[in-house]
Nanobody, 122 residues
Framework: QVHLAESGGGLVQAGGSLRLSCAAS????????LAWFRQAPGKEREFVTS????????YYAEDVKGRFTISRDNAKNTVYLQINSLRPEDTAIYYC???????????????WGQGTQVTVSA
């Protein structure tokens, strides 16, 4: 069982930046593919970005390319999401997810964090 805990959300003005963090309890963290999803009010949870467990490839949803960056620090068992040029439509609860030894962009997490709220004011 992998426990994930997000942090770093908050209220920010449009054009601003945030860095979200997701700390994992799993000692074999480096064997997990990682992802960020988000869920806006009244909408389904949607894919934002993911990072392969072994190849280091990253994948992004079209509307966040060039603004969001996913990265990981295996020594700290932590995955990050750097968000720049925030827009009001980025307002959502952001969730990190993990899946053992997954690659590509078509996987769904087996483990989820509790989410962190990001609110962008116009």
């Amino acid at each position: 069982q992998v426990h994930l805990a997000e942090s770093g959300g908050g209220l920010v003005q449009a054009g601003g930046s945030l860095r979200l963090s997701c700390a994992a309890s799993e000692s074999t963290f480096s064997s997990y593919a990682l992802a960020w999803f988000r869920q806006a009010p009244g909408k389904e949870r949607e894919f934002v970005t993911s990072l392969d467990w072994s190849r280091g490839n990253t994948y992004y949803a079209e509307d966040v390319k060039g603004r969001f960056t996913i990265s990981r620090d295996n020594a700290k068992n932590t995955v990050y999401l750097q968000i720049n040029s925030l827009r009001p439509e980025d307002t959502a609860i952001y969730y990190c997810g993990a899946r053992y030894r997954a690659n590509g962009a078509a996987w769904r997490p087996d483990y989820w964090g509790q989410g962190t709220q990001v609110t962008v004011s116009a």
